[in-house]
C-alpha cells in the first residue's frame, strides 16, 4: 500500500482562481481530514470527512470547500485564492471518525498562490 | 479555545544527552495528546498518544493536568532523534488534532 496519496504535489495560482486539491486514503479507510499548515507553524484543521459526511470543519471562511466519494476519496477546493492561502495542505486518513487513533498523513500539496 | 503551545521552536543537543522537548495546552476539558514527528523527507507521523502510555523509541510523555504540559523525554539523545516534532491535542469527542508549532530538534555527534 502505496500510503495516503495526494496530488498534485506541486502548484501554482494566482489570486482569483480556483484550486482543487485530491486526496485517496489508504484502503480500508473509511475517514480523510485536511490540513493547512503554512510556512513556520503547525498544520491547522479545515475539515472532516466520515463516511461521505461532513464531520468537522475548521475555522476557515467559506471559501474552502470539502467532499468525499463513494470511493473515500476527497476533494478540496479553495475559490476566490489569496495570496495567503499559500500552505501545504495535508491529507490524511484514518479507521474511524476519532482521532484517538492513528492519523496518516499524506506528503502534501504545496499551493503557491501569486 | 483550545491551544498548543511548543515554546522552542529550535533544540539542538548532543548525541547521548537527555532531550526533553516542552508542550503546553490549554482546554478546559479532557485532552487527548499526542506527539507527531516528521522527519527528513518523511511523512508526518504518529509518535506517542497519552492515552496508550507507551514508548516509541525511546521516547516518553507524561501528561500533567495540574500543569497543563505534555512534554516529551529521551534519556539518551541519538541521531536518528534528529527531526520536526509536534505536540497535538484533540478535544474530547471533536475529530481534529490542534497542533503546536513544532520544534526542529537536532542532535550533535
Known amino acids: 500500500d502505496a500510503g495516503v496519496t495526494q496530488s498534485p504535489t506541486h502548484l501554482i495560482k494566482t489570486r482569483g482562481q480556483h484550486v482543487t486539491l485530491r486526496c485517496s486514503p489508504i484502503?480500508?479507510?473509511?475517514?480523510v481530514s485536511w490540513y493547512q499548515q503554512v510556512l513556520g507553524q503547525g498544520p491547522q484543521f479545515i475539515f472532516q470527512?466520515?463516511?461521505?459526511?461532513?464531520?468537522g470543519r475548521g475555522n476557515f471562511p467559506d471559501r474552502f470547500s470539502a467532499r468525499q466519494f463513494p470511493n473515500y476519496s476527497s476533494e478540496l477546493n479553495v475559490n476566490a485564492l489569496l495570496l495567503g492561502d499559500s500552505a501545504l495542505y495535508l491529507c490524511?486518513?484514518?479507521?474511524?471518525?476519532?482521532?484517538?487513533?492513528?492519523?496518516?498523513f499524506g506528503e502534501g500539496s504545496r499551493l503557491t498562490v501569486l | 479555545a483550545q491551544r498548543v503551545t511548543q515554546p522552542e521552536k529550535l533544540l539542538s543537543v548532543f548525541k547521548g544527552a537527555p532531550v526533553e522537548l516542552k508542550c503546553n495546552y490549554s482546554?478546559?476539558?479532557?485532552?487527548?495528546l499526542f506527539w507527531y514527528v516528521q522527519y527528513s523527507r518523511q511523512r508526518l507521523q504518529l509518535l506517542l498518544r497519552?492515552?496508550s502510555r507507551e514508548s516509541i523509541k525511546g521516547f516518553t510523555a507524561d501528561l500533567n493536568k495540574g500543569e497543563t504540559s505534555f512534554h516529551l523525554k529521551k534519556p539518551f539523545a541519538q541521531e536518528e532523534d534528529s527531526a520536526m516534532y509536534y505536540c497535538?491535542?484533540?478535544?474530547?469527542?471533536?475529530?481534529?488534532?490542534?497542533f503546536g508549532q513544532g520544534t526542529r530538534l537536532t542532535i550533535n555527534p
Open positions: 490524511a486518513s484514518s479507521l474511524g471518525s476519532l482521532v484517538t487513533g492513528e492519523l496518516f
Open positions: 484502503s480500508g479507510h473509511k475517514s
Open positions: 470527512y466520515y463516511e461521505k459526511e461532513e464531520r
Open positions: 482546554y478546559s476539558g479532557s485532552p487527548e
Open positions: 497519552h492515552i
Open positions: 497535538a491535542l484533540s478535544p474530547q469527542g471533536a475529530q481534529k488534532l490542534v
